[in-house]
């Protein structure tokens, strides 16, 4: 569960920026490994026991009309911003999302991250996961969606988009993030 947790957060966009604990997360195993002791191996050992079950049962695609309607929200919003229209994929995310950062600050972040990028060249969905709490959020319905993509100038990346249930009722993007 911690695995997903460090998803989670590096999801969500909050006040601060981007927060991604996949470095402290991936640091922690290795150096687990790298020392070869017996205890950290086990610990290691148990938290891919513990994580791997949790993996699969949420990898590839939705599997409640929840997550349909959250990954179809996800995949709408997406394709704002493999347009370039990214004022407009500001205006369609969260409430949450506009509250923490302005329209002219995300256009500016996006744009530095996904114009190098290059093109959309391939996107599928890799893992859906719904959490109702997540760390710094408010409570609410929330659905972290995991794609493999390839742009023309990076074959192999993530993208995390985590929508969320809005106050009207909507699913719009709270969060996302590209590794």
Not at 43 to 58: F, K, M
Not at 130 to 137: Q, R
């Amino acid at each position: 569960m911690r695995r997903a947790a460090c998803l989670a957060q590096a999801a969500l966009l909050i006040g601060h920026g981007w927060r991604s604990l996949h470095g402290r997360h991936r640091r922690a195993v290795v150096a687990g490994v790298r020392h070869k002791t017996r205890r950290r191996l086990s610990i290691v050992a148990i938290g891919a026991a513990l994580t791997l079950p949790h993996t699969l049962a949420c990898a590839g695609g939705p599997s409640t009309p929840a997550e349909t309607q959250a990954v179809k929200a996800a995949e709408a919003w997406l394709k704002l911003t493999d347009g370039s229209q990214y004022g407009a994929s500001w205006s369609e995310a969260a409430s949450l999302f506009r509250n923490a950062v302005a329209r002219s600050t995300w256009e500016q972040q996006i744009r530095g991250v996904r114009v190098p990028l290059g093109k959309l060249g391939s996107r599928t969905v890799k893992s859906v996961t719904s959490k109702t709490s997540l760390p710094g959020a408010p409570d609410g319905e929330y659905v972290i969606i995991q794609f493999a993509t390839s742009f023309a100038n990076k074959k192999a990346a993530i993208e995390t988009v985590t929508p969320m249930k809005d106050s009207d009722g909507t699913w719009r993007v709270s969060g996302y993030y590209i590794k």
